[in-house]
């Protein structure tokens, strides 16, 4: 939330408004950078933590719809990742972009249409950076929140937390 008071959405002023927030002002360089890092240790913990449960067959009988709610949350996980690696709108986020809506116009079906409603249009613009945006701060998260306090449900309704085989 304190660096949303700082980030502009805009692609003119994007990459300057995360340069603010870095060298400008007070204590944001360290809060950015915590921002940053527990995002890579989250994405790290989730993959060690399916891992885990993979490992132990802790997703078989009564548990198994756990594992499609945490199959959710680890796919999640990779769109606030993907998500916010796109908020400084530089060179790499430009190509991420390309290359990620290119991968999602190629889905058979609604492909071209997903695509579309990403990019804001028919190129990447200034609806594209604020759509990608809103994704990172409003929609996985508020998603996330739902998809953990299931998650969480389902653990105590299944008899807590499972051992090893």
């Given at each position: 939330i304190l660096l949303m008071f700082y980030y502009k959405p805009y692609p003119e002023v994007a990459y300057w408004s995360v340069k603010d927030i870095h060298f400008v002002v007070p204590t944001g360089k360290l809060i950015r950078n915590i921002h940053r890092w527990a995002a890579q240790v989250m994405v790290f913990v989730v993959f060690a933590h399916m891992a885990r449960i993979f490992y132990t067959a802790s997703y078989r009988k009564p548990r198994e719809f756990n594992w499609v709610i945490g199959m959710g949350l680890l796919v999640l996980t990779l769109g606030l990742s993907f998500t916010g690696y796109l908020l400084p709108w530089d060179q790499?986020?430009?190509?991420?972009?390309?290359?990620?809506?290119?991968?999602?116009?190629?889905?058979?079906?609604?492909?071209?249409?997903?695509?579309?409603?990403?990019?804001?249009?028919?190129?990447?613009?200034?609806?594209?950076?604020?759509?990608?945006?809103?994704?990172?701060?409003?929609?996985?998260?508020?998603?996330?929140?739902?998809?953990?306090?299931?998650?969480?449900?389902?653990?105590?309704?299944?008899?807590?937390?499972?051992?090893?085989?």
């Open positions: 790499l986020a430009l190509w991420a972009v390309t290359v990620g809506t290119n991968m999602i116009g190629y889905t058979p079906v609604f492909g071209n249409q997903v695509r579309f409603v990403l990019l804001g249009g028919a190129e990447i613009g200034t609806n594209t950076l604020l759509r990608w945006y809103v994704l990172h701060v409003l929609f996985f998260p508020f998603i996330t929140v739902i998809f953990m306090a299931i998650h969480f449900w389902r653990v105590r309704k299944d008899g807590g937390i499972s051992g090893p085989l």
